[in-house]
């Protein structure tokens, strides 16, 4: 979770300051709890997954208009639970890399933040694998174990 709030003392320098592993803990309870009921003031879904694009909703925030991210593609048919989206008035936008307007200059962005270590990566990366490894790096990714995030195969 990324705050950038004056309630929380975060500054846009500090990158993500809160992860926070839904096998572990009830995301939607938990982003309250830390946010004081107020919820969060943009949600980023980035697993074309129909239940996290829920969890981000039900995160938004209650007053004004929350924004909702979608960085993911969607583009199987799915149940989604728009109420969140409608009784609070939140924003959604589409920004899935195959509508970036300069994907070189966003490339550029996403570098230069790791570069500079905005991105936890090794709370971020919980799974290695070698080359000669990667039939069970695509096993793991698919069936997901508990405490999975992201798994990286390396030469």
């Keep these: 979770m990324y705050c950038?709030?004056?309630?929380?003392?975060?500054?846009p320098a500090?990158?993500?300051?809160?992860?926070?592993n839904a096998g572990q803990v009830d995301v939607i309870e938990e982003v309250m709890r830390i946010m004081e009921g107020r919820g969060v003031?943009?949600?980023?879904?980035?697993?074309?997954?129909p239940a996290v694009l829920d969890t981000c909703a039900a995160c938004l925030r209650r007053e004004g208009r929350?924004?909702?991210?979608l960085a993911s593609g969607h583009t199987?048919?799915?149940t989604y639970d728009?109420?969140?989206?409608?009784?609070?008035?939140?924003?959604a936008r589409a920004a899935w890399p195959r509508h970036s307007r300069n994907r070189m200059d966003d490339l550029r962005r996403v570098l230069?933040?790791?570069a500079r270590g905005r991105f936890p990566m090794e709370r971020l990366v919980t799974h290695r694998f070698r080359l000669e490894e990667i039939s069970q790096a695509?096993?793991?990714?698919?069936?997901?174990?508990?405490?999975?995030?992201?798994?990286v195969v390396t030469p």
């Excluded at 950038?4 to 500054?11: D, K």
């Excluded at 929350?66 to 991210?69: Q, V």
């Design 138 to 151: 695509f096993e793991t990714m698919l069936h997901r174990p508990s405490g999975y995030i992201k798994g």
């Design 66 to 69: 929350g924004r909702l991210i």
């Design 41 to 49: 003031d943009v949600a980023i879904e980035a697993s074309d997954v």
């Design 76 to 78: 199987a048919p799915a």
């Design 4 to 11: 950038n709030t004056r309630e929380t003392g975060c500054q």
């Design 112 to 114: 230069l933040m790791l």
């Design 14 to 20: 500090d990158g993500a300051t809160i992860t926070l």
């Design 82 to 91: 728009l109420a969140p989206l409608c009784i609070y008035g939140a924003v």
